[in-house]
């Protein structure tokens, strides 16, 4: 039972567009929501997470939105750069600081 | 601050050999360590929760006499693969948290190549 999906395996954007990453979670227990970036060989990077008593967190030019009621997230990169370019993974957490539960991961290619 | 380091980075050794990983917390103090492995092009999956002082709590389907798990210190946490097969071929990485909040962060990975 996959407790956190990205139903987007890819994405392509042109450099200085938005990129909206989607992520949907079945377990209404989650109580932080964390998004990281992964390069080949190596581990994930953290990006920027949230509450589940929030609805928004920004970060620079990352911005994360929580949609409790339907038990989804997005992360908005705005503007995309060339270095965007890798996996992104979303992850769940109960109690900070917790174990991750990751998604599929989405690949996002930035395009110059 | 909050730096895990991970050693080795790639490792390759004979099938029926013992591998050991480690993960150190370098500018903090870790009482719990996780540990996840990554097959290509899939999503990260948690094997075991490594606690300081105490045993490793495995994952379903973990086999904890294969993937032996050591917490002796704050700092430290190692993965010993014991009996290395070709299917143990993969990235491992380990994780921690570093002070408040949800934030964890992870070593840079061991590529395990059995052969």
């Known amino acids: 039972d996959q407790q956190v999906k990205q139903n987007s395996p890819s994405l392509s954007v042109q450099e200085g567009r938005i990129s909206i990453l989607n992520c949907d979670y079945t377990?209404?227990?989650?109580?932080?929501f964390l998004w990281y970036k992964k390069y080949p060989a190596e581990g994930p990077t953290f990006l920027i997470s949230?509450?589940?008593?929030?609805d928004k967190n920004e970060d620079g030019r990352f911005t994360v939105f929580l949609n409790k009621s339907a038990k989804h997230l997005s992360l908005h990169i705005v503007p995309s750069q060339p270095g965007d370019s890798a996996v992104y993974f979303c992850?769940?957490?109960?109690?900070?600081?917790?174990?991750?539960?990751f998604g599929g991961g989405t690949r996002v290619l930035v395009k110059p | 601050g909050a730096v895990v380091s991970q050693h080795p980075s790639r490792v390759i050794c004979k099938s029926g050999t013992s591998v050991k990983i480690e993960c150190r917390s370098l500018?903090?103090?870790?009482?719990?360590m996780f540990w996840y492995r990554q097959f290509p092009k899939q999503s990260l999956m948690l094997m075991a929760t490594?606690?300081?002082?105490?045993?490793?709590?495995?994952e379903q389907g973990v086999e904890k006499d294969k993937f032996l798990i050591n917490h002796a210190s704050l700092t430290l946490s190692t993965l010993t693969v014991t009996s290395a097969h070709p299917e143990d071929s993969s990235f491992y990485i380990c994780s921690a948290r570093g002070g408040t909040g949800p934030r964890v962060t992870f070593g840079s990975g061991t590529r395990l190549t059995v052969v």
């Open positions: 490594s606690n300081e002082g105490s045993k490793a709590t495995y």
């Open positions: 992850a769940a957490q109960k109690a900070a600081g917790n174990k991750l539960t």
């Open positions: 500018d903090f103090q870790a009482t719990t």
């Open positions: 949230i509450s589940s008593i929030k």
């Open positions: 377990n209404s227990m989650f109580d932080y």
